[in-house]
């Protein structure tokens, strides 16, 4: 059958990611291009690095659901939540992810979960509280679209050797710093080397940092595109987006604080008053170009 | 989905499969020599309405299309999630005539661009002591499953599961239990 949609592929996205993902890819073999020529046993810290990320993609919805105070909720106890994921999800023919509700009255939705068959989609009682059935939608359709891109697994692979540079960076650096007086006669080379491979580490972390960030601003560029398609109302997304970011501000700087290490699995993050401090280092994009990019598709309609 | 568009991340509207809607009919025979289910001549096709002129336009369409066969009787409304229904009901009871109107509604639809929209078509039937059951038919999986509804948020899994058992090799039902969501509170059953 031929294809009818409505909506046009968005080509500069898919190719301004693909170039990110390139650019991370090149980072990366260059990385361990130079590992492997400096040192022989970098064994340890791979191990180390790999185990740790692995037990954060693995339990990424426990750890999340945990730090967020979110719970699960049956059919039972959420029947209209439930009743919209569920025809969200037969609309997309995505399986149905477990559904959450936080306890908190920041206004904000995650989904996390390593694969679309164990999925988790939490939302907080504020959320529920301020938004319209149809603004709703689009925020959940929002949190589906990361399930179906598969987020949780590509930001971990992505992040996983930046989060190995960084560590071969602070290991170098106090290694350094600690034992490199008394031999210097001895294996002067060694030090050296020492030194390189913290430098570069250093160089390959700083970049892998922005090009993540960059990275995630994409992706929720595209799982916004995705969503507004699914439900084919963009203005809903975009009037969820500006009641939720209006509302982030005025929250108490307690719940700020708790939920910031959370970001990168938000709809919109709780940065506070210093969000237009940083554009480069944001987990998401700004809200101006997020409703620009909405009021586009809901053009094409 | 293949892997560039996870790495993109792109997500492809899925295509609605219409035509396994025309074994509903020889499905029916088997549930009214089995279970004494008849068909109520009603059925109604679920859609996701989206913003802009263009739906409307499609919407203006439908009701020109159908109010062409003078037995069939066409009401659209819209539910507390915010789904359209166009509901068709058949004064003759004629299940072929129905589903034949609801492949056009479906048609239709997908014509204009919103195939990815469609959530599902149901057809009403009832059972000799007055119980409700509803054959949902999902566009994206091309399945259909039953869903009784017996109240407020209660459903008839017996009856479901009897329906299930019977329709076996008429009709693609669906396999995964945990996608037979209900839908309460809409025209049809």
């Given at each position: 059958m031929?294809?009818?949609?409505?909506?046009?592929?968005?080509?500069?996205?898919?190719?301004r990611?693909?170039?990110?993902?390139?650019l991370?890819?090149?980072?990366?073999?260059?990385?361990?291009?130079?590992?492997?020529?400096l040192?022989?046993?970098?064994?340890?810290?791979?191990?180390?690095a790999?185990g740790?990320?692995?037990?954060?993609?693995?339990?990424?919805?426990?750890?999340?659901?945990?730090?967020?105070g979110?719970?699960?909720?049956?059919?039972?106890q959420?029947?209209?939540?439930?009743?919209?994921?569920?025809?969200?999800?037969?609309?997309?023919?995505?399986?149905?992810?477990r559904v959450?509700?936080?306890?908190?009255?920041?206004?904000?939705a995650?989904?996390?979960?390593?694969?679309?068959q164990?999925?988790?989609?939490?939302v907080t009682?504020g959320?529920?509280?301020?938004?319209?059935?149809?603004?709703?939608d689009?925020?959940?359709?929002?949190?589906?679209s990361?399930?179906?891109h598969?987020?949780?697994?590509v930001?971990?692979?992505?992040?996983?050797?930046?989060v190995?540079?960084?560590?071969?960076?602070?290991?170098?650096?106090?290694?350094?710093?600690?034992?490199?007086?008394?031999?210097?006669n001895?294996d002067g080379?060694?030090?050296?080397?020492?030194?390189l491979?913290?430098g570069?580490?250093?160089?390959?972390?700083?970049?892998?940092?922005?090009?993540?960030?960059?990275?995630?601003?994409?992706?929720?560029?595209?799982?916004?595109?995705?969503?507004?398609?699914?439900?084919?109302?963009?203005?809903?997304?975009?009037?969820?987006?500006?009641?939720?970011?209006?509302?982030?501000?005025?929250?108490?700087?307690?719940?700020?604080?708790?939920?910031?290490?959370?970001?990168?699995?938000f709809?919109?993050?709780?940065?506070?008053?210093?969000?237009?401090l940083?554009?480069l280092?944001?987990?998401?994009?700004?809200l101006?170009?997020?409703?620009?990019r909405?009021a586009?598709?809901?053009?094409?309609? | 989905?293949?892997?560039?568009?996870v790495?993109?991340?792109?997500?492809?509207?899925?295509?609605?499969?219409?035509d396994?809607?025309?074994?509903?009919?020889?499905?029916?025979?088997?549930?009214?020599?089995?279970?004494d289910?008849?068909?109520?001549?009603?059925?109604?096709?679920c859609?996701?309405?989206?913003?802009?002129?263009?739906a409307?336009?499609?919407?203006g369409d439908?009701?020109?299309?159908?109010?062409?066969s003078?037995?069939?009787?066409?009401?659209?409304?819209?539910?507390?999630?915010?789904?359209?229904?166009?509901?068709?009901?058949?004064?003759?009871h004629?299940?072929?005539a129905?589903?034949?109107?609801?492949?056009?509604?479906?048609?239709?639809?997908?014509?204009?661009?919103?195939?990815?929209?469609?959530l599902?078509?149901v057809?009403?039937?009832?059972?000799?002591d007055?119980?409700?059951?509803?054959?949902?038919?999902?566009?994206?999986?091309?399945?259909?499953y039953?869903?009784?509804?017996?109240?407020?948020?209660?459903?008839?899994?017996?009856?479901?599961?009897?329906?299930?058992?019977?329709?076996?090799?008429?009709?693609?039902?669906?396999?995964?239990?945990?996608?037979?969501?209900?839908?309460?509170?809409?025209?049809?059953?």
């Open positions: 031929a294809t009818r949609t409505r909506f046009a592929p968005d080509r500069q996205l898919s190719a990611m693909g170039l990110t993902v390139f991370l890819g090149l980072v990366y073999v260059a990385f361990v291009a130079v590992l492997i020529v040192i022989k046993s970098i064994a340890a810290v791979v191990v180390i790999g740790l990320l692995l037990a954060q993609y693995w339990f990424s919805d426990r750890i999340a659901l945990y730090a967020m979110g719970r699960e909720v049956t059919a039972a959420a029947p209209e939540l439930h009743a919209v994921i569920d025809r969200l999800c037969a609309l997309a023919d995505m399986p149905k992810p959450a509700i936080a306890d908190t009255d920041l206004p904000n995650f989904a996390t979960g390593r694969t679309p164990r999925a988790v989609v939490c009682t959320l529920l509280r301020r938004l319209e059935p149809a603004e709703l689009g925020v959940l359709a929002h949190e589906l990361h399930i179906a598969r987020d949780v697994a930001m971990t692979v992505a992040s996983f050797l930046g190995l540079a960084g560590l071969v960076a602070r290991f170098g650096l106090y290694s350094g710093m600690l034992g490199g007086r008394g031999r210097r001895q080379n060694l030090v050296a080397v020492a030194l491979v913290t570069v580490s250093a160089v390959v972390y700083a970049v892998s940092f922005l090009l993540i960030r960059a990275l995630s601003r994409y992706r929720e560029l595209a799982a916004d595109r995705a969503g507004a398609i699914l439900t084919g109302q963009p203005a809903a997304l975009a009037s969820a987006l500006t009641k939720v970011s209006g509302q982030m501000a005025r929250i108490p700087t307690r719940d700020l604080r708790t939920a910031q290490a959370f970001n990168a699995f709809f919109t993050p709780a940065l506070g008053q210093h969000a237009s940083a554009t280092l944001s987990t998401h994009p700004p101006q170009q997020r409703l620009d909405l586009t598709l809901s053009r094409q309609l | 989905m293949r892997f560039l568009d790495l993109l991340g792109r997500t492809r509207p899925v295509q609605p499969n219409l396994v809607l025309f074994a509903v009919p020889s499905a029916a025979d088997t549930l009214h020599a089995a279970l289910l008849r068909p109520t001549g009603t059925g109604a096709v859609f996701k309405q989206p913003e802009g002129a263009a409307a336009g499609a919407r439908l009701t020109d299309l159908l109010t062409l003078p037995d069939t009787r066409v009401t659209v409304s819209r539910d507390e999630y915010g789904y359209t229904w166009v509901t068709c009901t058949r004064t003759d004629d299940l072929p129905l589903v034949t109107d609801l492949h056009a509604v479906n048609i239709t639809l997908a014509d204009a661009g919103f195939g990815p929209a469609l599902c078509t057809i009403g039937f009832t059972t000799g007055g119980r409700r059951l509803g054959l949902v038919y999902l566009f994206k999986r091309g399945t259909v039953p869903f009784a509804p017996t109240g407020a948020q209660r459903r008839d899994t017996t009856l479901e599961l009897q329906v299930r058992a019977e329709l076996g090799a008429d009709i693609p039902t669906e396999p995964d239990l945990s996608r037979w969501f209900p839908i309460w509170g809409t025209p049809v059953p």
